[in-house]
C-alpha cells in the first residue's frame, strides 16, 4: 500500500502537473484508474469551469454549476462528484496499476467525495497519488495517519515516485 501526495504551491498547480502525468502514463500503458482535474475560462468572465477526465476511459464530467454573475457559494456540484466517484469505482480492478485523485478537497477532510474510495483502493493494494492544498492538509494527514509519502511538484520526481512504487512493473514512458 502507498499513498503519494503533492502540495502544490500554486492555486491549481497540481491540476496540470498530474494531468500531464496521467496522458504520459497512459501512453506508456499504464493501467490507470482516477480523474484529473481542468478547468476552463467562462465567456461571461465568471468563475471557471471544472471539468474531470475519468481515467481509464471513462467520461469527462462537469463539476461546477453556474450560480450566476456575483454569487459567492460553493459552485461544486455534489451530485457531479458523487457520480464521478462511482465513475471511478467502476473502473478500479485489482489490476489497477496506479490510482490518481485529482484533489483532497474539502468534501474528502469532511468524510465524502473520493475520501472512501481512496481508502477502498489502499485496501485493495492499488498505489494512490492525490494532491492537498494548505486548507486541506490537515484533514489529509490525519486521514492518512502517517502513511502518506510527500512527493515534491516536480514531473520527475513524480516518475521517480512511481517507478518505485510499481517496481518491477515498471514501464517506461
Not at 49 to 63: A, E, F, S, T, Y
Request: proline residues 5%; neutral net charge; contains cysteine.
Amino acid at each position: 500500500m502507498r499513498l503519494g501526495v503533492i502540495y502544490p504551491q500554486q492555486k491549481a498547480g497540481a491540476d496540470a502537473l498530474l494531468r500531464g502525468l496521467a496522458a504520459r502514463l497512459e501512453a506508456g500503458g499504464l493501467r490507470l484508474a482516477g480523474t484529473v482535474q481542468s478547468n476552463a475560462a467562462r465567456a461571461d468572465g465568471g468563475r471557471c469551469d471544472m471539468d474531470l477526465r475519468v481515467l481509464g476511459g471513462g467520461p469527462g464530467i462537469r463539476i461546477s454549476q453556474s450560480l450566476g454573475p456575483g454569487s459567492r457559494g460553493c459552485r461544486l456540484d455534489l451530485s457531479a462528484l458523487e457520480g464521478a466517484v462511482e465513475e471511478v469505482r467502476a473502473r478500479m480492478t485489482p489490476d489497477t496499476d496506479l490510482v490518481i485523485i485529482n484533489k483532497f478537497g474539502k468534501h474528502e477532510a469532511e468524510g465524502r467525495g473520493f475520501r472512501p474510495l481512496i481508502a477502498d483502493a489502499l485496501a485493495l493494494g492499488l498505489p494512490v497519488l492525490t494532491a492537498a492544498n494548505t486548507l486541506n492538509r490537515f484533514a489529509f494527514e490525519s486521514f492518512a495517519a502517517g502513511l502518506a509519502e510527500t512527493v515534491p511538484a516536480d514531473p520527475d520526481r513524480l516518475q521517480a515516485w512511481i517507478d518505485d512504487v510499481l517496481g518491477d512493473q515498471r514501464i517506461a514512458v
